[in-house]
């Protein structure tokens, strides 16, 4: 650190835990990034008072002591932007892990799994030639703006278009552009010219995680967010753009659910991030991703090549799950920005808050409800803001969106929780996840009494566009799925023989809508997804055979009564046949003989249905 200015350097004063309190910083702004003690651990100032600032270390402050050197960077902490995000497993502060494993192996064997402290490694891969082509109808002499595309990057063979964006805030005339080749990402391929100065522009951009990036405006999501799983698409569905939250006690199946979105929903790039969880379930994600295929255009497809992973289990530094949050949602807009729609996933907010909580506490800052600082809530409403759907800035004309899912552990999966509470009064979607629901092994665990989505208005035409009568299918749904509360109470109190036939078949179908429908099993061949046809399928054989339960027991007369029991002993093929609807397997090749098979079975049904009022 000798050729640095000592105006520059700081000292320590105090080390508490992920804080470190330094003295001699005046002139360092909030919110920039320092380099803590000799081996320049990574930090962020969270708070300056007079030449004093506090500054959350993102790395294991052990070792340091007072008097050991603050070194100011004079820039907020940021991300790099640019082709090779994708397929790359990051820490919470952009560090490519394997990069940083790689190198230390090389040097030492034995040091190998342990991330020393201070490292440097770039955030993108410096070495690596990308195809680069610059885009049709942009040339040398054209005025352009922040957001103009000008060029395509060939990412992977799922993510083809990596398309370059003149920075959000730049402008010019452009005065240079690259032919088609292959550059590293440093190579200048973009000189603009704005009165007089030239700047040239590469392949990747910087961006400060804390600032939303910029877009030309927000709309309202009208597409759903189809996640394959049948009772969030049926019942509770997102929209691209939305923004959504899983809470759940311990166990209940929020990491299964942001898995399988991240595997199998409509989104054309994923950012998981895993917040303050156990380092099992990452190790889960690490293990498995890499080896996932996906069916695309009849193609299949690495998981990876649309994901981007960022890791910050329970046992990194607490201060980093913040960064961690606010580097996955930066690159989520950035991919936005190109057109794309994003999700993000966040497992777990809860971690983060409780981070907050534990720095704001060695802040000595006034605590609200259960400890938490008193800005937790507007945090978390800062960062479900940075969903939606939005016309991207600069020409073309498109249009991107993030969705964001963040699942909460709330403890002992008490839902009154300050996290829970905050969390719902931000986000529109709420899949609540019931513990008696996973310990009877009904998966996924999802609440259907509790849980609600907002955007039903708005999807409701995409539905019924789609598939004829989903809407009225699914308020069937509800209806049954309601009924059988009430009726299930009655039954307690009174008994089983005291039900009309009418409200026998409800209970009935309710049960089938329960067992065969709402529960789907992550891990099986035939359920790890379920295409929205499969589901619409699924729920208009279930609904066509409530409705003519109903019916001919509504149409039969007083002497030959017609009751559940007959109809089930008539119909036993079909009502077997309802629990091995979900077994079809869900691929897009089987599409069209598993739509022939739902038509064949509501027929047969139908055939039974006037066999037995012939019979009567
Ligand atoms: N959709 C599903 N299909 C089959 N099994 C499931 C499903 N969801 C959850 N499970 C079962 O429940 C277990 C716990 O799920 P998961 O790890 O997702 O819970 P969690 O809510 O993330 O728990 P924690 O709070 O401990 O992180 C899984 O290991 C799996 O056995
Ligand atoms: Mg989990």
């Not at 064997?109 to 070495?127: F, H, I, Q, T």
């Not at 996906?294 to 193609?299: H, L, Q, R, S």
């Not at 739509?595 to 249905?609: A, P, R, S, V």
Request: charged residues 25%.
């Amino acid at each position: 650190m000798e050729d640095i200015k000592e105006a520059e350097i700081g000292k320590i004063l105090k080390v508490a835990g992920p804080l470190v309190i330094a003295e001699k910083m005046s002139g360092a702004f909030m919110q920039e990034l320092v380099k803590v003690g000799w081996d320049k651990s990574v930090g962020e100032i969270i708070k300056l008072d007079k030449d004093t600032a506090a500054i959350q270390c993102y790395e294991d402050t052990s070792g340091l002591t007072i008097g050991d050197p603050i070194l100011r960077t004079k820039a907020a902490l940021s991300v790099e932007l640019g082709p090779g995000i994708l397929t790359t497993i990051y820490d919470g502060i952009q560090r490519p892990l394997e990069v940083i494993y790689n190198g230390i192996k090389a040097r030492n064997p034995a040091e190998a799994p342990y991330v020393p402290k201070g490292v440097e490694v770039p955030c993108l891969d410096r070495s690596k030639h990308w195809e680069y082509n610059p885009a049709k109808g942009v040339k040398i002499g054209d005025h352009v703006t922040g957001g103009q595309i000008y060029g395509i990057v060939h990412e992977n063979s799922m993510f083809k278009e990596h398309r370059m964006m003149v920075p959000p805030h730049a402008k010019g005339t452009i005065v240079e552009m690259a032919p088609y080749g292959n550059y590293n990402i440093e190579t200048p391929i973009l000189t603009l010219e704005y009165e007089g100065i030239q700047t040239k522009y590469n392949m990747f951009q910087k961006w400060p995680v804390r600032k939303p990036r910029p877009c030309a405006d927000k709309l309202a999501g009208n597409k759903p967010l189809l996640t394959g799983q049948r009772v969030l698409d049926a019942l509770y569905p997102s929209v691209l753009g939305g923004t959504c939250c899983i809470p759940g006690a311990f166990g209940c199946g929020k990491t299964c659910i942001s898995q399988a979105l991240s595997k199998y929903s409509n989104s054309d790039g994923i950012i998981y991030v895993g917040c303050g969880e156990r380092g099992n379930e990452m190790a889960e994600v690490l293990a498995e991703f890499p080896d996932l295929k996906i069916e695309v255009d009849g193609k299949l497809v690495g998981v990876m090549e649309r994901t981007c992973l960022v890791a910050n289990t329970s046992n990194m530094p607490v201060a980093a799950r913040e960064a961690s949050i606010y580097t996955g949602i930066t690159l989520a807009e950035y991919f936005r920005d190109m057109g794309y729609n994003m999700s993000m996933m966040a497992d777990s907010t809860s971690r983060w808050a409780e981070a907050l909580r534990e720095i704001s506490g060695r802040l000595a800052e006034m605590p609200a409800e259960q400890g938490y600082p008193a800005y937790m809530p507007s945090r978390l409403a800062e960062f479900y803001e940075r969903a939606g759907r939005v016309v991207c800035l600069g020409s073309p004309h498109r249009e991107g969106s993030v969705s964001i899912v963040g699942a909460v552990s709330p403890p002992g999966g008490d839902f009154t929780d300050p996290v829970t509470t905050s969390t719902l009064n931000i986000v529109q979607v709420f899949w609540g996840l019931d513990k008696a629901l996973a310990q009877r092994k009904h998966f996924p665990s999802v609440d259907w009494t509790r849980s609600y989505s907002k955007y039903k208005d708005q999807l409701a035409s995409y539905f019924d566009d789609a598939f004829d009568g989903f809407n009225s299918r699914k308020e069937k749904f509800f209806y049954i799925l309601q009924e059988e509360g009430v009726l299930n109470e009655t039954v307690r109190l009174v008994g089983k023989d005291s039900l009309s036939e009418d409200q026998k078949i409800v209970l009935a179908i309710a049960q089938y809508i329960k067992d065969e429908f709402l529960q789907q099993n992550a891990f099986s061949d035939h359920d790890y997804t379920c295409p929205l046809w499969k589901t619409n399928g699924m729920m208009r054989i279930i609904a066509h055979m409530y409705d003519c339960c109903q019916k001919a027991v509504a149409e039969s007369d007083k002497d030959s009564k017609m009751t559940l029991d007959i109809i089930k002993t008539a119909l036993s093929e079909e009502f077997h046949e309802m629990t091995q609807m979900k077994f079809k397997i869900p691929k897009e090749a089987l599409r069209e003989s598993t739509l022939e098979y739902f038509d064949n079975l509501c027929n047969q049904i139908d055939t039974k249905f006037r066999n037995l009022k012939a019979k009567m």
